[in-house]
């Protein structure tokens, strides 16, 4: 008993890869928080991955074979994202992994595909270090550093006279952590003085305390990184605490959910934009479309950001299909393959043109700054683009 | 049988670190102290362990077994010592006022681990070396630790210590006068807990492969306290059956899709109304047992 229990162990441990053809539809797996805290954005990468699911199998699918998404809930921790990884490799034997939602679970569960040796795209995971975790691993969202610097500059722009910069972040949130410190680093180069950081909670809703702190040293400008509510609640106090100067908002302020945030208050918001919905483009014309037609408003980033993760899958998939039927590869020969082939190609998303570099993360060409109009009633805006 | 591995090999191992942390929530309950502090000891566990790995053992290859150990000693000993020290002054506190000390304890615990740098704050510490090729490797250690902590607890139940912490959780007063040293088994149950909240987060943080400030936090404190209260918390089995049934069952109802955590949560509910006593109900176990007691008294 004791043997037979230790061989099949041994057995496990070499992981032993029986060979399988492809099966059709083509599986392709999307692993995001459907449920917990991070539902919230995502449900809005859900969304993004079915309208892409519908528009590309519209269209003939992979050249005539259709593919068919799997969704595994990955909850907010790590080890559900692990357990939906697992699930999504060994039992939906998908050839490609859309997912984590957030980079916490993406550190953690990614390297479960690296051993597997399958595809994976992070749909939303922008901190420092993802592409590193593994030869499998890549993503569609462009990292922190680099959208943030435009929106200094589009402020500078607005305003030569700014001098004193104040700036606040979530302290609790992975992404703003990380944001805060590029716009730093921005001020800084750009010659600005910074007064002061203050530091809050995505949860929190009383922000006098830091308000009075930056007011204090008289800034000309204000950075701020968070989420949609505790941002747009800071936004608000700010303003009615008397400040009068520009406000830079972060990436995680790119969501039409600050709207009834801040309501009026938010107008004047410069947005740095790693996908904007009035961005040119046929194909985010017809993406924008079909989410407006449903949703009545307009696609938010993780939206965008999870439709161009298959857009790249499946454009990769096109073209390995030309080389040879779909459905004469084995399986792991086809996750490899794939991932060779995602990696060179080069891809006209709702983002802008999108390739990778040698270091598999993306190189996203186009990055936008918008700045929040909101209507005279207070209750609905837009962003409009800043050049 | 081979595919069931690979797929479930995860959760099984996260079955049992569940099982373990439900016992180090379980240990302070013994002896009456209602403590939503084992994931703050798990926090510090799995950070030791972390940092450890990544800025102080560097090696290649597979990690070697003997510095997991080490790891995991290292944060045992620092959560008991952390444990004496907050537990000295907190288990002057009983009831929901101990709770509320302890949940502070947890919080604080989280907002330094998100303004240090070593801690990696928000985005927390990754890449942590692996000493096994896969996930199910870690039965080896986890299964005989799960065992070697069950029959701990099960022979502290028996024993004089176990027996003063069961007269302390039914009235602390009357275990006084009795000579029972009311802080110090207090500290010990508190200490004990906490020890074991540390191990098992310096095995999660390899486990997981990350370790971050949303690891240790009131949500996990919670969700441990349930697997004490749904499994049972008049014996050791109650916490090591809640726990692997807790986290099996999101797992086992993922079919469902969006309906699994409706059926997990209703599942939860009629287990706490039917089941009050928990799913390992001494009494069912114990009826054979207490029979020649009796006849001693």
Redesign the interface.
């Known amino acids: 008993m004791r043997e037979k229990a230790l061989s099949?162990?041994v057995?496990?441990?070499l992981?032993?890869v029986s060979a399988q053809k492809v099966t059709i539809p083509i599986p392709i797996g999307v692993s995001v928080a459907?449920?917990s805290n991070v539902a919230l954005l995502g449900r809005e990468q859900v969304i993004g991955a079915q309208i892409a699911e519908q528009f590309f199998n519209s269209q003939g699918g992979i050249n005539g074979t259709p593919f068919k998404l799997y969704?595994?809930?990955t909850?907010g921790?790590?080890?559900?994202a692990?357990?939906a990884f697992?699930?999504q490799i060994?039992?939906n034997k998908v050839v490609a992994i859309i997912g984590p939602t957030l980079?916490?679970q993406a550190?953690?569960a990614d390297?479960?595909a690296v051993?597997a040796k399958v595809p994976v795209i992070g749909p939303s995971n922008t901190?420092?270090?993802i592409p590193?975790?593994g030869d499998f691993v890549t993503r569609v969202s462009a990292p922190v550093a680099i959208v943030a610097p435009y929106a200094v500059k589009a402020a500078l722009k607005l305003d030569p006279n700014i001098k004193k910069v104040a700036v606040m972040y979530a302290?609790?949130?992975?992404f703003?952590?990380?944001e805060t410190g590029t716009f730093q680093d921005t001020v800084k180069a750009q010659g600005l003085e910074i007064t002061t950081v203050q530091?809050f909670q995505t949860t929190d809703t009383d922000f006098t305390t830091q308000v009075t702190a930056a007011l204090g040293t008289k800034p000309d400008l204000i950075i701020i990184s968070g989420l949609a509510a505790d941002g747009g609640n800071l936004v608000k106090q700010l303003r009615l605490a008397g400040f009068k100067g520009l406000l830079i908002g972060g990436n995680g302020l790119n969501t039409a959910n600050v709207f009834p945030v801040c309501q009026q208050y938010c107008d004047g918001v410069i947005i740095a934009q790693a996908y904007s919905p009035t961005a040119p483009g046929s194909l985010n014309a017809a993406f924008r479309t079909v989410y407006k037609n449903t949703y009545k408003r307009e696609p938010s980033q993780f939206t965008a950001q999870a439709f161009a993760g298959v857009q790249v899958v499946v454009t990769a998939l096109r073209a390995l299909d030309k080389q040879k039927k779909l459905d004469q590869w084995d399986l792991p020969e086809l996750r490899v393959a794939l991932m060779k082939q995602i990696l060179s190609g080069r891809y006209n998303t709702p983002l802008g043109p999108i390739s990778f570099g040698p270091d598999r993360d993306i190189i996203q060409e186009s990055n936008y700054v918008a700045q929040i109009k909101m209507d005279a009633d207070g209750k609905n805006g837009k962003f409009e683009f800043l050049k | 049988?081979?595919?069931f591995?690979?797929?479930?090999?995860?959760?099984l191992v996260?079955m049992c670190l569940q099982a373990l942390l439900g016992l180090s929530t379980y240990l302070p309950l013994m002896a009456g102290q209602l403590s939503l502090a084992s994931s703050g000891f798990y926090a510090i566990g799995g950070y030791v362990a972390a940092i450890l790995s990544t800025q102080v053992f560097h090696t290649s290859g597979a990690y070697p077994i003997g510095y997991l150990l080490l790891e995991t000693l290292l944060a045992g000993l620092l959560s008991g010592v952390v444990a004496v020290v907050v537990g000295i002054p907190a288990l002057r506190l009983r009831g929901i006022y101990l709770a509320l000390a302890t949940i502070a304890m947890v919080e604080i615990l989280?907002v330094v681990s998100?303004?240090l740098s070593i801690t990696g704050?928000?985005?927390?510490i990754?890449?942590i070396a692996?000493p096994?090729?896969?996930?199910?490797?870690y039965?080896w250690l986890v299964g005989p630790l799960l065992l070697l902590v069950m029959f701990f607890a099960y022979r502290l139940e028996g024993s004089r210590i176990g027996r003063a912490f069961i007269a302390l959780r039914e009235d602390e007063l009357a275990a006084d006068a009795m000579g029972i040293n009311p802080t110090y088994h207090k500290v010990l149950a508190f200490a004990l807990g906490a020890m074991l909240a540390g191990v098992v987060g310096a095995i999660s943080a390899h486990f997981?492969?990350?370790w971050?400030?949303?690891?240790g936090t009131f949500d996990v404190s919670i969700a441990v306290l349930a697997y004490v209260l749904i499994g049972g918390s008049r014996s050791f089995a109650g916490p090591v059956l809640g726990g692997m049934v807790l986290t099996a069952l999101?797992?086992v109802l993922?079919p469902l899709?969006?309906l699994?955590?409706i059926v997990d949560g209703l599942l939860l509910m009629l287990a706490a109304i039917y089941l009050p006593q928990g799913l390992a109900n001494p009494n069912w176990l114990a009826r054979r047992k207490t029979a020649p007691v009796r006849e001693k008294t």
Do not use: H, W
């Open positions: 099949i162990l057995l496990v441990m992981g032993t459907q449920t969704f595994e809930d909850s921790d790590e080890a559900g692990i357990n697992q699930t060994n039992r980079s916490q550190f953690a390297k479960i051993e901190a420092k270090g590193q975790i302290q609790n949130d992975a703003s952590t990380s530091k | 049988m081979e595919a591995f690979q797929t479930y090999g995860f959760l996260y989280r998100l303004n704050g928000a985005v927390g990754f890449g692996q096994f090729s896969s996930p199910l490797g039965m997981l492969n990350t971050n400030a949303r690891q999101p797992e993922r899709k969006d699994r955590f």
